[in-house]
Protein backbone atom coordinates (compact mmCIF):
# COMPACT_ATOMS: atom_id res chain seq x y z
CA UNK A 1 0.00 0.00 0.00
CA UNK A 2 1.34 3.49 -0.56
CA UNK A 3 0.02 6.75 0.73
CA UNK A 4 0.50 9.38 -1.85
CA UNK A 5 0.51 12.87 -0.52
CA UNK A 6 0.31 16.25 -2.32
CA UNK A 7 -1.08 20.00 -2.41
CA UNK A 8 1.96 21.63 -0.16
CA UNK A 9 3.74 24.11 -0.62
CA UNK A 10 4.52 28.00 0.38
CA UNK A 11 1.53 30.40 0.65
CA UNK A 12 0.85 33.75 2.23
CA UNK A 13 -0.72 34.53 5.52
CA UNK A 14 -4.02 34.24 4.96
CA UNK A 15 -3.84 31.85 2.08
CA UNK A 16 -5.51 28.84 1.59
CA UNK A 17 -4.00 25.10 0.07
CA UNK A 18 -5.99 22.07 -0.70
CA UNK A 19 -3.84 18.87 0.53
CA UNK A 20 -4.60 15.76 -1.32
CA UNK A 21 -3.86 11.94 -0.29
CA UNK A 22 -4.52 9.02 -1.91
CA UNK A 23 -4.16 5.31 -1.03
CA UNK A 24 -3.46 2.75 -3.44
CA UNK A 25 -2.17 -1.08 -3.77
CA UNK A 26 -4.08 -4.34 -2.78
CA UNK A 27 -6.98 -2.86 -0.44
CA UNK A 28 -9.29 -4.63 0.59
CA UNK A 29 -10.96 -1.96 2.90
CA UNK A 30 -9.79 1.79 4.36
CA UNK A 31 -11.48 3.05 8.01
CA UNK A 32 -9.92 6.19 9.58
CA UNK A 33 -7.79 8.88 7.24
CA UNK A 34 -6.29 11.60 8.72
CA UNK A 35 -3.69 14.26 8.80
CA UNK A 36 -0.26 14.74 11.30
CA UNK A 37 1.61 17.46 10.81
CA UNK A 38 5.57 17.96 12.17
CA UNK A 39 7.03 21.01 12.79
CA UNK A 40 10.86 21.96 12.93
CA UNK A 41 11.84 20.77 16.52
CA UNK A 42 8.33 19.46 17.82
CA UNK A 43 6.44 16.30 17.80
CA UNK A 44 4.10 15.20 15.17
CA UNK A 45 0.70 16.30 15.98
CA UNK A 46 -2.62 15.13 15.33
CA UNK A 47 -4.31 17.71 12.91
CA UNK A 48 -7.72 16.73 11.82
CA UNK A 49 -9.33 13.02 11.21
CA UNK A 50 -12.32 11.76 9.46
CA UNK A 51 -14.07 7.80 9.56
CA UNK A 52 -15.37 5.76 6.84
CA UNK A 53 -18.79 7.11 8.18
CA UNK A 54 -17.68 10.48 7.90
CA UNK A 55 -17.24 11.58 11.76
CA UNK A 56 -14.67 13.79 12.10
CA UNK A 57 -12.10 15.23 14.52
CA UNK A 58 -9.84 18.18 14.68
CA UNK A 59 -6.80 19.54 16.51
CA UNK A 60 -8.40 23.05 18.17
CA UNK A 61 -5.66 24.75 16.91
CA UNK A 62 -7.44 24.43 13.17
CA UNK A 63 -11.16 24.57 14.23
CA UNK A 64 -12.69 26.35 11.69
CA UNK A 65 -10.03 27.31 9.70
CA UNK A 66 -9.74 23.70 8.34
CA UNK A 67 -11.84 20.96 6.85
CA UNK A 68 -11.17 17.35 6.32
CA UNK A 69 -13.22 15.78 3.70
CA UNK A 70 -13.10 11.84 1.98
CA UNK A 71 -13.67 9.87 -0.97
CA UNK A 72 -14.33 6.32 -0.30
CA UNK A 73 -14.50 4.50 -3.00
CA UNK A 74 -11.10 6.82 -4.29
CA UNK A 75 -9.13 5.45 -1.05
CA UNK A 76 -8.62 9.49 -0.99
CA UNK A 77 -8.86 11.87 1.86
CA UNK A 78 -8.64 15.83 1.60
CA UNK A 79 -7.59 19.00 3.41
CA UNK A 80 -8.93 22.41 2.88
CA UNK A 81 -6.78 24.79 4.75
CA UNK A 82 -8.03 28.26 4.87
CA UNK A 83 -6.83 31.04 6.65
CA UNK A 84 -3.08 29.95 6.87
CA UNK A 85 -1.09 31.24 9.93
CA UNK A 86 2.96 30.89 10.19
CA UNK A 87 2.00 28.87 12.51
CA UNK A 88 0.63 26.00 10.29
CA UNK A 89 4.43 25.70 8.85
CA UNK A 90 4.91 22.21 9.14
CA UNK A 91 5.47 18.77 6.85
CA UNK A 92 2.11 17.42 6.82
CA UNK A 93 1.62 13.55 6.76
CA UNK A 94 -1.42 11.54 5.66
CA UNK A 95 -2.38 8.75 7.62
CA UNK A 96 -4.68 5.67 6.84
CA UNK A 97 -6.10 2.64 8.21
CA UNK A 98 -6.12 -0.25 6.31
CA UNK A 99 -6.70 -3.99 5.50
CA UNK A 100 -4.88 -5.71 2.46
CA UNK A 101 -5.16 -8.63 0.85
CA UNK A 102 -1.67 -9.79 1.90
CA UNK A 103 -2.83 -9.29 5.56
CA UNK A 104 -6.21 -9.28 6.64
CA UNK A 105 -5.87 -7.22 9.21
CA UNK A 106 -6.03 -3.90 10.25
CA UNK A 107 -2.92 -1.49 10.02
CA UNK A 108 -1.55 1.94 9.36
CA UNK A 109 -0.22 3.32 6.76
CA UNK A 110 1.48 6.49 6.11
CA UNK A 111 2.15 8.65 3.23
CA UNK A 112 5.89 10.61 2.84
CA UNK A 113 4.80 13.91 3.58
CA UNK A 114 4.05 17.65 1.77
CA UNK A 115 5.92 20.70 3.24
CA UNK A 116 3.66 24.02 3.42
CA UNK A 117 5.15 27.02 4.53
CA UNK A 118 3.12 30.05 5.49
CA UNK A 119 4.74 33.26 5.32
CA UNK A 120 3.87 36.22 7.68
Known amino acids: VQLQASGGGLVQAGGSLRLSCAASGSIVNAGAMGWYRQAPGKQRELVASITSGGSTNYADSVKGRFTISGDNAKYTVYLQMNSLKPEDTAVYYC???????????????WGQGTLVTVSS
Open 95 to 109: NAQIVTVAFLAWNTY
